[in-house]
T-cell receptor, first 111, second 114 residues
Framework: SQQGEEDPQALSIQEGENATMNCSYK?????LQWYRQNSGRGLVHLILIRSNEREKHSGRLRVTLDTSKKSSSLLITASRAADTASYFC???????????FGSGTRLQVQP | EAGVTQFPSHSVIEKGQTVTLRCDPISGHDNLYWYRRVMGKEIKFLLHFVKESKQDESGMPNNRFLAERTGGTYSTLKVQPAELEDSGVYFCASSQAGRWEKLFFGSGTQLSVL
């Protein structure tokens, strides 16, 4: 069954606006990460938040984690056209050594 | 430093044929993973090598898929015989020993089975 599930599936915004994507998961995790995939390219690691952390920042990225609700959100502030990509959350489940990915959110930033 | 490279970038084959995908991980990375994304759905785990050993192959869909990692360097994923539902993007990723968190991905192989 699918572990990470992103919401929404697709998001279209104007340049300068903020973009928020959500991820829900089902099992106990050690950490949660967000990756970005530009069309035709591989996934690129963006940010990692550990299970004992609630919020983390990196540049224009802000990630929150609520382990009681088994959910996370990724906020991209002041979006740019170059942020257009698919974004995936991935969890490292307790006891496993491989990441579990969701189905992704397709973000389109209109210039 | 070279990243993870995959070959070919695209492959179009007919049902029943054989296809072999190759992945060259980042030099020195012990962990090598294969993932697959089918029809815009979730990215599904296929298997995980630590050096030349299969650590976890719980995601391999069936015995038509065979993965190898000779000498703990590059890896191949063979599909024989290919079926229509095997179409999708196959990603390879690698990471350093003991680091299962941060993966470095290749650009993927787009496989189309007609």
């Amino acid at each position: 069954s699918q572990q990470g599930e992103e919401d929404p599936q697709a998001l279209s915004i104007q340049e300068g606006e903020n973009a928020t994507m959500n991820c829900s998961y089902k099992t106990s995790i050690n950490n949660l990460q967000w990756y970005r995939q530009n069309s035709g390219r591989g996934l690129v690691h963006l940010i990692l938040i550990r299970s004992n952390e609630r919020e983390k920042h990196s540049g224009r990225l802000r990630v929150t984690l609520d382990t009681s609700k088994k959910s996370s959100s990724l906020l991209i502030t002041a979006s740019r056209a170059a942020d257009t990509a698919s974004y995936f959350c991935a969890t490292l489940d307790t006891g496993r050594r491989a990441l579990t990915f969701g189905s992704g959110t397709r973000l389109q930033v209109q210039p | 430093e070279a990243g993870v490279t995959q070959f070919p970038s695209h492959s179009v084959i007919e049902k029943g044929q054989t296809v072999t995908l190759r992945c060259d991980p980042i030099s020195g990375h012990d962990n090598l993973y294969w993932y697959r994304r089918v029809m815009g759905k979730e990215i599904k785990f296929l298997l995980h090598f630590v050096k030349e050993s299969k650590q976890d192959e719980s995601g391999m869909p069936n015995n038509r898929f065979l993965a190898e990692r000779t000498g703990g360097t590059y890896s191949t994923l063979k599909v024989q015989p290919a079926e229509l539902e095997d179409s999708g993007v196959y990603f390879c990723a690698s990471s350093q020993a003991g680091r299962w968190e941060k993966l470095f991905f290749g650009s993927g192989t787009q496989l189309s089975v007609l």
